[in-house]
């Protein structure tokens, strides 16, 4: 079975400019979860959908940082513009409804801002 | 808020045995989930908790006691490819699926 899978694996880009980050979830999985993980500050949650709908994006740390989840099976988290305490490893991540089922990671984006 | 506590680092010999603790203070509870990451790589899912005791699967078990805001992770029989960062996750009950993470506990195996 597929897992999670988010695209680019690594990207390496100029402050000021504009990055995507796409995943697409598991077949099935209700939720999906935008984190973000630094050395610093650890593994952080930016943001969550259910069925494609935000639900939490407390953790999102300021306007440059968006989120979308146009349907089921896409999403995308874009910065912009892009600074260079953005850089860090984001990952994606899905689970279906039931409580008891763990959230599945994708290989995650490392991302790098000059 | 949140605040999950775990140790930074612990470091054992190859076929020991390994304990990492976590503590947490959360407003609700809904379960606690264990994950390993391996350096560079994405968080796996080892194990769930939700009542009281422990959970074992293989070489891995896991314990909770929710009265205590107390849970750990045990690793028997060590190998080399268990040396990665140990992950202790909690779902508080009033944030539904969000799941908030401690810093994790690196371990190192040697042989």
């Known amino acids: 079975d597929a897992g999670v899978i988010q695209s680019p694996r690594h990207e390496v880009t100029e402050m000021g400019q504009e990055v995507t980050l796409r995943c697409k979830p598991i077949s099935g999985h209700d939720y999906l979860f935008w984190y973000r993980q630094t050395m610093m500050r650890g593994l952080e949650l930016l943001i969550y959908f259910n069925n494609n709908v935000p639900i939490d994006d407390s953790g999102m740390p300021e306007d440059r940082f968006s989120a979308k989840m146009p349907n089921a099976s896409f999403s995308t988290l874009k910065i912009q513009p892009s600074e260079p305490r953005d850089s860090a490893v984001y990952f994606c991540a899905s689970s279906s409804v039931q409580s008891n089922q763990p959230q599945h990671f994708g290989d995650g984006t490392r991302l790098s801002i000059l | 808020g949140q605040n999950i506590d775990q140790p930074t680092e612990m470091t054992a010999t190859e076929g020991a045995i390994v304990q990492i603790n976590c503590t947490y203070q959360?407003?609700?509870?809904?379960?606690l989930f264990w994950y390993q990451q391996h350096a560079g790589e994405a968080p796996t899912f080892l194990s769930y908790?939700?009542?009281?005791g422990l959970e074992e699967k293989g070489r891995f078990s896991s314990f909770l006691s929710r009265s205590k805001g107390y849970s750990y992770l045990l690793l028997k029989e060590l190998q080399m490819k268990d040396s990665a960062s140990y992950l202790c996750a909690v779902r508080s009950r009033s944030n539904d699926y969000k799941l908030s993470f401690g810093a994790g506990t690196t371990v190192t195996v040697r042989a």
């Open positions: 959360t407003s609700g509870f809904n379960g």
């Open positions: 908790n939700v009542l009281d």
